[in-house]
């Protein structure tokens, strides 16, 4: 059996290491502090063919304390949250901050803003899962997926879960918590032709483990997946309709919050600097956030700083709506925080939905893309180079599968190019999204 992990042992523990750290700081001439403090345990099986290969306990913690003193920063952490550890690290980020600079958007968040509504977001749903039991389902997931006719061989089927306490604590008075859990089962395999090897996999992911799917069936959707990339060839090259995988279409979406993330516009690293309020999508197109959305994969009623959480549109009507601020980059821009120290949480697209056939019957010709490989994606510019995998399309139908070319095209453009959203929504992670086709990119094939 892993061993028990007693969330609220860790919680009343952590958050007395904080208000530790708050009154040392005080004492030791800090003006101001913040204390980020957490643990988190988890159990990881992996197999192969059959076997098992590894089988991982991990046990992670740590404490982070920033302190001001005037307009000077200090930054000090451990991962040992033991009183004198603690001591330690005030004294060091106290002796840092009086040797930097000063920074006028240095500082705690506004005390008017702290989160003064902490629910419980249903985020906790431990799993107590014994090695062995884990192990089992690691292996029927991936025999699930070998005995599949076509199928070669495994790359492995794994099995994580996980639970943690996160504590954030200020010298406002603040003081918020959260206990959360994450539980995934994944499986990639290998299947041979004439042609040659394709991989692919599939997984499920979910907060609480009754919403995951079936071993078998993760690993017969991966069997699918694979076999379905068998006879793959290189496509035309030209301009062409793109229709992305919903997977693909939430990394999409990571690009346009970078872009707009405080960090990136006040160091002039974005596309979309001095954007606010013009078109970037379709006027059919909303995408916000729901940060307070009860059991979801990214809920939290504080952010990084403490702030409270709430929904916040990014984009309204197809126009930038919001950029997304932390305290720090809020003041760097003259702006207010938008509660978004940590990034955005559980990011949700308004729009018309289609079916993937009717996505497929506009496009005409085209590619959908399955698979991205590489890191061409230019944040100062939007600039995008990918190389790829998918399906060829003709007359609105999957002709066959296609692999070893690029798609190419700009970050705005493709927004604005936008044609349609699916209905095949996945909610495996904290960006919920269906396919997107964009109208046009540069397929470079063979």
């Known amino acids: 059996m892993t061993q028990a992990f007693d969330a609220a042992a860790q919680q009343t523990l952590l958050e007395s290491r904080a208000r530790m750290a708050l009154d040392l700081a005080r004492g030791l001439g800090a003006d101001a502090c913040e204390v980020g403090a957490s643990v988190d345990q988890g159990v990881g099986v992996s197999v192969r063919e ?23 920063k200090g930054s000090a952490s451990s991962s040992d949250a033991g009183e004198a550890s603690v001591r330690a690290v005030v004294e060091k980020a106290l002796a840092i901050a009086r040797h930097t600079g000063e920074d006028p958007a240095s500082g705690l968040a506004d005390a008017r803003l702290m989160a003064t509504e902490l629910p419980d977001l249903d985020v906790h749903h431990p799993w107590p899962l014994s090695i062995d039991e884990a192990t089992d389902l690691a292996l029927r997931c991936e025999s699930a997926g070998r005995v599949m006719a076509g199928i070669k061989s495994s790359d ?15 010298s406002h008075g603040f003081l ?5 859990s994450r539980h995934s089962l994944s499986c990639m395999l290998i299947a041979e032709d004439e042609n040659g090897m394709q991989r692919d996999y599939d997984y499920t992911s979910a907060r609480a483990p009754g919403d995951l799917a079936a071993a078998e069936a993760v690993g017969e959707s991966a069997a699918r997946r694979t076999l379905r990339r068998l006879g793959a060839r290189r496509p035309a090259t030209g301009r062409m309709p793109v229709l992305f995988d919903p997977t693909l279409a939430a990394g999409l979406v990571g690009h346009l919050m970078g872009a707009i993330a405080g960090g990136a516009l006040y160091r002039e690293a974005s596309f979309l600097c001095d954007r606010l309020n013009t078109p970037l999508f379709p006027e059919w197109f909303s995408l916000g956030e729901r940060p307070m959305e009860v059991g979801a994969m990214a809920s939290s009623p504080f952010d990084g700083d403490g702030v409270q959480t709430r929904d ?18 809020a003041r760097r821009l003259g702006l207010e925080t938008t509660g978004n120290a940590g990034g955005a949480r559980n990011l949700r697209i308004t729009a018309p939905l289609e079916s993937r056939e009717a996505l497929l019957a506009r496009m005409g010709r085209g590619v959908l893309v399955t698979e991205l490989m590489g890191q061409g994606v230019n944040g100062v510019t939007g600039d995008y ?47 919920h999204t269906g396919s997107w086709l964009v109208d046009e990119l540069m397929v470079a094939g063979g």
């Open 50 to 72: 059959g076997e098992v290969e590894t089988v991982e306990l991990s046990r992670d913690q740590g404490i982070a304390v920033t302190v001001y003193v005037g307009q000077r």
């Open 312 to 329: 916040n549109v990014f984009v309204r009507d197809g126009r930038l709506a919001s950029y997304m601020l932390s305290a720090y980059s």
């Open 176 to 180: 918020g918590s959260q206990c959360g």
């Open 385 to 431: 180079s990918r190389g790829a995998a998918g399906f060829w399309v003709e007359d609105g139908e999957i002709r066959h599968p296609v692999e070893e070319f690029t798609i190419a095209g700009n970050l705005e453009t493709m927004f604005q190019g936008l044609v349609g959203v699916g209905d095949d929504t996945d909610t495996r992670g904290s960006i």
């Open 156 to 170: 492995g089927a794994s099995l994580s879960s996980g639970e943690g306490v996160h504590v954030y604590a200020n």
